[in-house]
């Protein structure tokens, strides 16, 4: 599967933005889905990740913010980010897992998209 990760741009603190990651190229429902996201100089940490079936889950410090969903007949996952904060800024990628149940591993992880990068300003 080809994954390609889209919407990100710059914003004020405490705005809205939507992320969406396309996929192509393989049966996109039946893959479990995650978002991670790398800012300047730091790892990349996980955000959230949806399963096959919806399950969903979320990293402590974008819980109550962020959610993600996804749309199968889309082919499509997707980040509604509010209440955006300054230490939200970083690329955000997409990726996609073979197994079952949720999962916050990278190394879980079998495809990963190219990021799009979200700057908040304060």
């Avoid at 990349?44 to 410090?61: C, K, N, P, Q, S």
């Avoid at 997707?78 to 690329?91: F, G, Q, R, V």
Wanted: hydrophobic share 40%.
């Amino acid at each position: 599967v080809q994954l390609q990760a889209s919407g990100g741009g710059l914003v004020q603190a405490g705005a809205s933005l939507s992320l969406s990651c396309a996929a192509s190229g393989d049966t996109f429902a039946t893959y479990g889905l995650g978002w991670f996201r790398q800012a300047p100089g730091k790892e990349r940490e996980f955000v959230g990740a949806i399963t096959r079936a919806g399950g969903i889950l979320y990293a402590d410090v974008v819980k109550a913010r962020f959610t993600i969903s996804r749309d199968n007949a889309k082919n499509t996952m997707y980040l509604l980010m509010n209440t955006l904060k300054p230490e939200d800024t970083a690329a955000y990628y997409c990726a996609a897992r073979r197994g079952i149940g949720v999962s916050g591993l990278q190394s879980s992880y079998n495809y990963w998209g190219q990021g799009t990068l979200v700057t908040v300003s304060s």
